[in-house]
């Protein structure tokens, strides 16, 4: 699940200077960045299954 960085970055608008701050912010993003990242990987690997379960089907019935 995605982090909502919002406050934590209001945050940091009103104290740039904090470190921990800046290393939380720059923790959920990349955690973010991971997420959508494996989520894609995850939607090209069921896209492929998909038109693989397809061509496997039009392989079977003759209709190539």
């Not at 720059?26 to 959508?36: I, M, P, T, V």
Request: glycine fraction near 6%; avoid cysteine; hydrophobic fraction near 30%.
């Amino acid at each position: 699940m995605k982090k909502n960085t919002s406050k934590l970055e209001s945050h940091l608008e009103r104290h740039p200077t904090d470190a921990a701050g800046v290393i939380s912010l720059l923790k959920a993003k990349s955690a973010n960045f991971e997420y959508d990242f494996l989520l894609d990987q995850k939607r090209k690997r069921e896209k492929a299954k998909g038109i693989a379960r397809k061509r496997m089907g039009d392989i079977k019935d003759g209709s190539n």
